[in-house]
């Protein structure tokens, strides 16, 4: 005889479900659009002409910080204007342009706020979720953006719920073995809280302590605001 189970309709809670999407192609930034996804990431390698406009770059600009309204077609000209125009920047100018023109057409936007900063220290040290629907994230030289997966959290512990402790110590998380962490080059997509079903769901990361002595070159791409 099969059992009849009686179910409580009040009880039943929808349990959010994230994980993450990688790939070495371009093409899994659609993943994003996936409800199950918190993540994308485009695991690239940094050409050895990026890298030499990269460290052009650092060597000029140790203490720049742009934030910048773009268009794909007008990105190069607006770095060229508020970086200098260089022969030896123009790699990294045109692999920031690619980068525009894929979150835009991905989107469906006319233009992104472009931010380009170096970092002597972690800007944003703590744990946290972003208010918004989608981020680009790439860090072009140094240690890159550190997250966790949505079902290892306990989301009381963000913010104030930490008590004045540490990540680490706040139980947010079990255990340091938990944190996962983008590679130098890498370019990625993490959903805010702001898509459109992600409440308690958007992605929980942070920007990683930088060793004395050391920088990090990164570039966030945003919606912007109308």
């Known amino acids: 005889m099969n059992a009849v189970v009686n179910i409580n309709e009040n009880e039943i809670t929808d349990v959010i479900s994230r994980q993450s999407s990688a790939a070495k192609d371009a093409n899994v930034f659609t993943d994003i659009y996936r409800e199950d996804t918190s993540i994308v990431v485009w695991q690239r390698d940094v050409s050895n002409e990026l890298n030499t ?7 000029n600009h140790s203490k720049k910080t742009a934030i910048l309204a773009v268009t794909p077609e007008s990105t190069s000209k607006v770095l060229c204007d508020t970086f200098g125009e260089s022969n030896m920047m123009t790699a990294l ?3 920031i342009t690619l980068l ?6 991905l989107f469906d936007l006319e233009c992104a706020g472009l931010r380009l900063t170096v970092l002597d220290r972690a800007m944003c040290p703590r744990f946290h979720v972003d208010r918004i629907p989608c981020r680009l994230v790439t860090t072009y030289q140094g240690i890159a953006t550190e997250w966790l997966n949505h079902n290892v959290i306990d989301r009381s512990k963000l913010g104030a719920g930490n008590e004045g402790k540490s990540d680490e ?4 998380f079990k255990s ?3 944190i996962n962490r983008l590679s130098e080059g890498d370019v990625a997509l993490l959903k805010g809280e702001n898509w459109d079903d992600t409440q308690g769901a958007g992605l929980v990361h942070r920007s990683p302590a930088v060793t004395t002595g050391e920088c990090r070159l990164l570039l966030t791409l945003d919606f912007i605001s109308d």
Request: charged share 30%; proline share 0%; net charge negative.
């Open 53 to 59: 406009a990269i460290n052009h770059f650092l060597k």
């Open 93 to 95: 100018s045109d692999d």
């Open 100 to 105: 525009v023109d894929m979150f835009c057409c």
């Open 169 to 172: 110590e706040s139980g947010l």
């Open 176 to 178: 340091v073995e938990d």
